[in-house]
Every structure is written in structure tokens, then in C-alpha cells.
């Protein structure tokens, strides 16, 4: 429980409970494991799981504890019974809403490859990278990367849950992945640090899980899905699925993200990442869609249809994010839970050099 020298790189500060079940967690991670409460939960039945922000509150919680944990937290809450109990059954109402909101994908005669093409060439959603590229003005845009910070701070990381769990041709197509993401091992290039860069510049902290309390449910939602899927092996399928769909529709919306900050007049650093992705995931889309989930069902043909339900579960709350900010923007609100996303603390170094200031606004 030391503190971190170096708090970039997480753990994050426990967030700010968001209702009864979210409270008893941060209250509880407080202290030396113990048992929890053994009806904590039991009653759990959230009108929409998906945008529930005292569940996806609740999950997020209890998730991070296998990733870098809580500053503070005693790290043996991570397999603590109790908890573990209380995690599943969150995890059954909302796994539960997101196959209402899916149903079951069939597969095409032509293969899970073909069945992700469908599903994407059918993803209908508001087009927030259009809305980002052209119109959105430097508040928003600033709004929506410490909306995506919470996963790009950890780029990747969920995906590779999968690794121990897969042989033969799908896991050297997911290491070829997840290779990449990871800068081929070169700190300056992973991923996560490019994403580092893009918040630096925008004036916005930069330290891992610094925008949770601002995140609203559905935002903790798009995270929560691939820890779901990460972490339960017999949703390896799904969580293929989900990586594939993530790639397959990356490329267009970073070149559009990418020529929204240049549009703003911001520089290589900001953009860096979105630029990144511009050319990598054109090439991860083909790895993941033929040789991972192609692979994966080669060998296992029995989970065709859980890498689509992943897929499609992925898009359709993409789709809600994307959905609420353009939503709150259109009303005239922030889409974060408070006004503005935390600005960058004075006191901390970065990693990308943070000397030149994000432009004025005109
Ligand atoms: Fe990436
Ligand atoms: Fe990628």
C-alpha cells in the first residue's frame, strides 16, 4: 500500500461513491479486507444497468482492483469472497442488459469474418467523429478525451486478459495486436503513452484515472464491458469480438479525430495518437477479423456467436456514449459529471514535453 513514486502510471484515488452500493464499496476498501454485508446487492435491479451510474460505479471498483488497484486499498480486497459476490451480481444484470440490448447475433454461412463486416457496415450511430472533426469547439473536444482517457491510459490492457487463454494461430495474431499497441515494448510508443501526449497538450491531467469521478455511467460502461468480457474466460469469445470491432471501426473516426485538433490548431503531439491509429488499425482490422476471431472459432467453432454478441455489444454501447455527448452538447451541457475535466496539476512531470500551451481560444 506505498504510496507510488510515480503517480502517472496509477493507481488511481478511489472515486467518489455515486449512490447506496457504490458507498458501501469506497467505504469498505477504506479499511483491511473483511466481509461485506451478505444481502449487499442482493435487491439489485436498476431500471437501465447500462447508464446505472451506481452500478457501473460499483463494477468499476471492483474491476480495478486486478488492474492497478487503489491508492490506498489494501491489495488483498482483490479475491476477497465478498466482494467477488457482490461483483457477480452486478455482473449478471448487466451482462443481462447487454444481451437485451443485442440479442444473439447470428452467423452468416460465411463465417464470423463476414458476420463482424455486417455488423459494422450496419453501425448506425451518431457520428461523433464527424461532429469532432468539424464543428465541436475546444471545450467539447477536451471533454471527450477526458471522456477516453479512462481507457486510453490503460490502452490495451483488458484485450490481453485473453492471452493466457488462447493457442495456435489466434494468440500470435493477438500478440501481433497487442504488440503494436504496446510500442513493440518502447515506452515512448505505446499507446497509452501517445494518449499521455494528446491530454498534455490539451491542458488536461494526465495521471492515470484522473477523470473517473467526471466519467458518467455510460463512459464507465464502455470500460466495464471489456473487463466483463476480459475477465471471465468463457467470455473469451466476446471479448475477441469486441477487440475486432474496436479495430475495424478505428481507422476513419482517429483520421477524423486527428483533423478535429488540427482544425483547433493544435500540433504532432496532440494528434500523435489519433494519427497512429490511422495506419495501424487499417492493419489490426484484418489481423483481428480473420486470423484472431477467424482462429479463435476455427478451433473453437462453438463460440462464433459470442465473438459476434462482443462485437455488437461493443458498437451498441459506443453507440450510447457517443450518443450522450452529442445529446448533452445539443442541449447546451457538459457531457462530463461536472462542468470541466480536471486541468493538468502544476506540480507534475510528463512524460511528452508539456511546454508548448494548448492554443487560446478565438
Ligand atoms: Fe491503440
Ligand atoms: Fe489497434
Known sequence: MSEPADRRYGPATVPTARGRLSAAVVEALRRPPRDLPADLGVDLDPADPITDEDLQLTLFLCYELHYRGWLGV????????????????????????????????????????????????????????????????????????????????????????????????????????????????????MHAELFRGTLDRLGLDSGYGAHIDVAPAVTLATNNLMSLFGLHRRLRGALLGHLAAFEMTSSLPNRRYGNGLRRLGFDGVATRFYDEHVEADAVHEQIAAHDLCGGLVRAEPALASDVLFGAAAGLAVDRLFAAHLLDSWAAGRSSLRTPAPPA???????????????????
Open 74 to 189: 489494501d491489495e488483498s480486497w482483490e479475491w476477497q469472497p465478498t466482494l467477488l459476490a457482490l461483483r457477480a451480481r452486478c455482473e449478471r444484470v448487466f451482462e443481462a442488459a447487454l444481451r437485451r440490448l443485442v440479442g444473439a447475433p447470428s452467423v452468416p454461412a460465411a463465417g464470423v469474418a463476414a458476420g463482424l463486416a455486417e455488423l459494422v457496415a450496419a453501425d448506425d450511430g451518431p457520428s461523433l467523429a464527424a461532429t469532432l472533426q468539424r464543428r465541436a469547439d475546444l471545450n467539447q473536444f477536451r471533454e471527450f478525451v477526458a471522456h477516453r482517457s479512462v481507457y486510453h491510459l490503460r490502452e490495451a490492457d483488458p484485450h490481453s486478459w485473453a492471452l493466457p487463454r488462447l493457442g495456435g494461430p489466434a494468440k500470435a495474431a493477438l500478440v501481433e495486436i497487442q504488440t503494436d499497441e504496446y510500442g513493440n515494448g518502447r515506452l515512448d510508443r
Open 344 to 362: 493538468l496539476p502544476p506540480k507534475v512531470s510528463l512524460v511528452a514535453s508539456p511546454e508548448v500551451a494548448p492554443p487560446a481560444l478565438v
